[in-house]
């Protein structure tokens, strides 16, 4: 049971690139989300969704975009990278049945140049 | 809108020293409680979690914590630390949705 999988572990960008972070999770979990960490700042949210075809936002969700084709898998887009994008990106998935216990993928760390 | 704080953000102990970081939540009804622990260049794991009943939970490697209701606080303690809890911990609440807010998170670092 691979659980939570995120692509890639760590990427360089330049200011104004695109890039997409993949997350797949193998657990058939309806919720999926999106968070960045930052010292000092804790977790924020940046999108998440209940289901295939539903995204919503989070806490800070600009130059960020999510899509849910399906159950299992849920990027993250980064249409025109930013320094202020530098950070550690973790996705989380839970299922409804399990009252709110994240389960979270590796971390994928990400500078911008 | 639910809301969490911990107290501490940086904490150094001794090894064997007790340890007691602090969490409040904010929130008006019936909630779900959560400490998740992220070890250095790791992802966050689930330390312990409150549903219902006991208010005492007790969760991995010696850790446990206490909801007050009354107090809005959802405490972390554990007796003797080790050298191997130095790690970041974070307090969770789930509410009225299911979407858990998160503290800022307490470094732990313990000196052996």
């Known amino acids: 049971n691979a659980g939570v999988t995120q692509t890639p572990k760590f990427q360089v960008l330049k200011t104004g690139q695109s890039m997409t972070l993949q997350c797949a999770q193998d657990m058939n979990h309806e919720y999926m989300s999106w968070y960045r960490q930052d010292p000092g700042m804790g977790l924020r949210l940046i999108h998440y969704s209940v289901g295939a075809g539903i995204t919503d936002q989070g806490e800070v969700p600009n130059g960020y975009n999510v899509s849910r084709s399906t159950t299992e898998d849920f990027p993250l887009r980064l249409l025109s990278a930013a320094p202020s994008q530098t950070s550690v990106y973790f996705c989380a998935s839970l299922p409804f049945s399990n009252t709110g216990e994240l389960f979270f993928g590796e971390g994928s760390r990400l500078t911008v140049l | 809108a639910q809301s969490v704080s911990q107290h501490n953000h940086h904490v150094i102990l001794s090894e064997a020293a007790s340890l007691e970081l602090g969490c409040n939540y904010s929130?008006?009804?019936?909630?779900?409680l959560f400490w998740y622990v992220q070890y250095p260049g790791q992802h966050l794991q689930l330390l312990l979690k409150y549903f219902s009943g006991d208010p005492l939970v007790k969760g991995i490697k010696g850790f446990e914590a206490e909801f007050i209701k009354s107090k809005f606080s959802f405490n972390l303690r554990k007796p003797s630390v080790q050298w191997s809890d130095t790690a970041e911990y974070f307090c969770a609440v789930n509410g009225g949705s299911y979407i858990p807010t998160f503290g800022r998170g307490t470094s732990l670092i313990v000196h052996p």
């Open positions: 929130y008006g009804g019936t909630v779900n």
